[in-house]
């Protein structure tokens, strides 16, 4: 790994609630201007819906624009279209014999509006950033919330999960393709909000060894063009499955579930040593937004930090290793609330590195 200290950079979560593409580019580069990251805008259409997004070139996709949703339709023979995606897939991504071409894999204009605009501001700068941020749904969380055409989650069809986790593992090497030319080093995460109800009931037939694996494609993927890699987990979930994952950043909800990062204190000092990040997600993405000041936030992000650091972790190590996010997206949100969430997250970076008396992170 990398050994790169972050402290305290700042950076987002995908979503964000505006219409305007432009609009939603100035707030990211503006408030987050060392790790700026493309904005998925669900409000404008179905297709930047978190899965949608990402699901261009997945074979036997159906969009049922009329109800509003997606899935793949298992019946008949689709020996053939799998065949062709496997064809372009080898093509692509075999190291020796792949030609690294991912734009079958691309995620078109029509899907991804912020992408491109923030693409065109990048190139328009005419030098390289410290870092640029680009997402993908994870593959637990698209596969386990979309569903054949009889309703059963795709995840548990093993033929067409491992075309979702291959097909977003080229989404990820794509988009990493194409900000490089815009930045030292380019962040992609890895979105997995489901991985909050792991354990539970209602996914006791998830192998936690077959999600840590699922998780290691992915990642490998991003690493394979120098990237990387964070997964992001809006609620309590089983920490050390991504650690053992061999994942760079873990990005959690540090305002409402900061505690829980500190039951696993053997992995998360195992993967603080080795180089790898903690992204606390200290700025909340609801209307208790309202609510909190810098001195609000800087209060309660250095008592988790305490927190962490009584479980025998060095405090220094936790602060030298901290990127600040939001809690999660902003996608849900009033656009005004969300604005004043981007502002918190710089100020709050800002206020940190003054505290500890640190500069910029460099690559």
Same mark, same amino acid.
């Not at 008949?76 to 075999?94: I, L």
């Not at 941020?133 to 548990?156: H, M, W």
């Not at 380019?186 to 209602?202: K, M, R």
């Not at 405090?315 to 939001?326: F, G, N, R, S, Y």
């Given at each position: ?75 008949? /023979? ?20 792949? /030609? ?153 909800? #540090? ?66 290793? #901290? ?10 949100? /009033?656009?005004? /609330? ?26």
């Amino acid at each position: 790994m990398n050994p790169i200290k972050p402290k305290f950079l700042a950076t987002g979560i995908g979503s964000m609630p505006f219409e305007d593409a432009a609009h939603a580019v100035d707030v990211s580069m503006s408030r987050l201007v060392e790790a700026p990251f493309w904005p998925q805008l669900p409000k404008l259409s179905l297709n930047e819906q978190m899965e949608i997004q990402y699901s261009e070139h997945m074979p036997r996709v159906v969009i049922d624009r009329e109800k509003g949703r997606m899935y793949f339709d298992t019946s008949g /023979d689709y020996s053939e279209a799998f065949a062709e995606f496997y064809e372009f897939y080898m093509e692509a991504m075999e190291p020796a014999e792949g /030609d690294g071409d991912f734009s079958p894999a691309n995620i078109s204009p029509e899907f991804a509006r912020g992408l491109y605009v923030m693409e065109k501001r990048l190139q328009s700068l005419g030098r390289k950033l410290p870092f640029v941020k680009v997402q993908t749904t994870g593959p637990c969380s698209f596969a386990l919330t979309i569903v054949d055409e009889n309703k059963r989650a795709i995840y548990y069809n093993e033929e067409f999960r491992d075309v979702v986790i291959k097909a977003l593992a080229m989404k990820c090497r794509w988009q990493i393709r194409k900000f490089q030319p815009f930045a030292e080093k380019v962040i992609c995460f890895i979105d997995e909000p489901i991985l909050s109800g792991f354990g539970s009931s209602t996914y006791i037939s998830v192998d936690r060894e077959a999600v840590v694996a699922h998780l290691e494609e992915m990642i490998a993927a991003v690493h394979a063009d120098n990237g990387i890699a964070g997964i992001h987990c809006c609620g309590n979930t089983e920490w050390s499955i991504l650690m053992d994952a061999g994942v760079d950043i873990v990005n959690f909800d #540090a305002f409402g579930y900061s505690e829980t990062i500190a039951m696993y204190p053997e992995a998360v000092k195992a993967h603080l040593e080795r180089g790898g990040m903690l992204a606390w997600g200290v700025v909340p993405t609801s209307t208790a937004i309202r609510q909190q000041s810098v001195d609000s936030l800087v209060t309660h992000f250095e008592k988790m930090m305490d927190n962490l650091a009584s479980k025998g972790i060095d405090k220094q190590l936790i602060a030298e290793q #901290a990127i600040v996010t939001p809690s999660c997206g902003t996608g849900s949100m /009033d656009p005004a /609330d969300a604005e004043r969430v981007f502002e918190m997250v710089s100020l709050l970076s800002k206020t940190m590195r003054e505290k500890y008396g640190w500069s910029a992170t460099t690559p």
